[in-house]
């Protein structure tokens, strides 16, 4: 079962409110501070790029890849799997709408299931949806698909989200009934 937490800034670190330690945090419950340190270990602490500053290991976490995410998602035990994935082709890209109205008429679809969620970069911004909620760094307590100012953005990738002992194969018969 996932539950998505509050984000909860660690008050001795440099704030990080970016989009990628935030999603982090919504899932394993970290500071997104904590998170970005997670993130940045399996970076190897890539070199800064413009505009970010190093400042000991508060170093902000600007811009992070699913495999940044995926190795970390690994770390605290979470399955993920590929929904949609499609970085290069911003033609057959569908929108946050589009994407979210097909996977709710599949019928049989969990889209509202507890027990997993999806996590979705939308015009380059890392979001979770989960129980028909969007969250991201700027409603970290979740906002509906028509309140978001990502709705008309392309969707590049999709991927699923699961607790260890999810029962994935229901959910992935689900998906191959498009």
């Excluded at 970290?30 to 998170?35: F, I, K, N, R, V």
């Excluded at 033609?91 to 109205?101: D, E, G, I, Y």
């Excluded at 008429?105 to 949806?129: F, K, N, T, V």
Aim: aromatic letters at 10%; a positive charge.
């Amino acid at each position: 079962m996932i539950t998505i937490h509050k984000l909860k800034h660690n008050p001795r670190k440099v704030k990080n409110t970016f989009c990628g330690p935030a999603v982090l945090a919504m899932l394993t419950g970290l500071s997104p501070e904590d998170a970005a340190i997670h993130i940045r270990t399996h970076q190897h602490l890539r070199e800064c790029g413009r505009g970010e500053k190093r400042n000991g290991q508060s170093r902000v976490v600007k811009g992070t890849y699913f495999s940044d995410l995926k190795l970390v998602l690994d770390e605290f035990k979470f399955e993920t799997r590929t929904l949609l994935y499609q970085p290069w082709r911003n033609s057959a890209r569908p929108t946050l709408v589009k994407w979210f109205n097909e996977i709710r008429s599949i019928g049989d679809h969990p889209l509202l299931a507890s027990d997993h969620a999806h996590l979705l970069s939308a015009g380059y911004h890392w979001m979770l949806e989960h129980k028909g909620m969007l969250y991201d760094s700027f409603h970290p307590k979740g906002t509906s698909l028509k309140d978001s100012k990502y709705r008309r953005r392309k969707v590049s990738e999709v991927y699923s989200i699961f607790c260890g002992g999810a029962d994935y194969e229901t959910v992935r018969r689900s998906l191959t009934k498009r």
